[in-house]
């Protein structure tokens, strides 16, 4: 891979974009149930591949994912989503959040055109979850290392405008960080108490631990398995 990569998303994601940033403000907190939801993946994949494979980057990590804030006095607030999954290569990077979402994004288009579902409840169900994560960055900031103790890191960069980059990063450990540069008007996002109040409501049942600030956010039980006196209408 050259220093550098720089890629234009294709014409559907770009629609896709324009709707997640200027249409869906009301409902822009679903960002982070998406990016929860793709690091759970993450991390069931790499549950499964040491079912028969130990020969793995940190072989003993513990599966969770880490939520962290960054505020510094003149700087936007930084939000930073970190599992310790199986990571992606470059070429994963290019494919998982450039272009393997074509057809997903033109259908999710198709169904909000149609009235027939709000993007909200039909978002992550076509393979473009990630994307609301422009509902509230400036900068979203993709760095993954696979579990392979051969392979590298890259990073993947875009602003939601018409194209994105990847390039070669630094990473010791195992997985993938997203990090977000929030907009000024989306920086309650960077507070403790706002994210935790957002898992409650959306990821709180995520069968791996979410910890913020080294205290685990969510309870790890889906509804179902709940006392129906214990779940809230």
Not at 171 to 190: M, N, Q, S, V, W
């Amino acid at each position: 891979m050259s220093t550098e990569q720089t890629h234009t998303f294709k014409a559907e994601i770009r629609q896709l974009l324009n709707i997640l940033i200027h249409s869906l403000y009301q409902e822009r907190e679903i960002f982070l149930r998406e990016l929860i939801s793709n690091a759970s993946d993450a991390l069931t994949r790499m549950q499964f591949e040491m079912l028969t494979n130990s020969n793995v980057v940190d072989p003993d990590a513990e599966l969770t994912i880490q939520i962290s804030t960054v505020e510094e006095d003149g700087e936007q607030p930084r939000l930073i989503i970190k599992d310790s999954g199986i990571g992606m290569t470059p070429d994963e990077l290019a494919r998982n959040l450039g272009t393997i979402a074509q057809s997903g994004a033109r259908e999710f288009l198709s169904q909000i055109e149609e009235g027939k579902q709000t993007a909200t409840d039909i978002i992550g169900r076509f393979g473009v979850g990630f994307y609301s994560v422009f509902m509230v960055a400036d900068e979203g900031r993709v760095v993954s290392r696979p579990d392979s103790p051969e392979a590298t890191a890259a990073a993947w960069i875009s602003d939601g405008g018409e194209s994105y980059r990847i390039e070669k990063a630094e990473k010791a450990d195992r997985g993938t960080e997203i990090h977000i540069t929030l907009k000024k008007d989306a920086a309650e996002f960077a507070k403790a108490w706002k994210l935790r109040e957002v898992i409650k409501r959306h990821s709180d049942y995520v069968g791996y631990p979410i910890m913020i600030d080294g205290e685990q956010a969510n309870q790890q039980k889906s509804l179902w398995r709940k006392r129906p006196n214990k779940v809230e209408a």
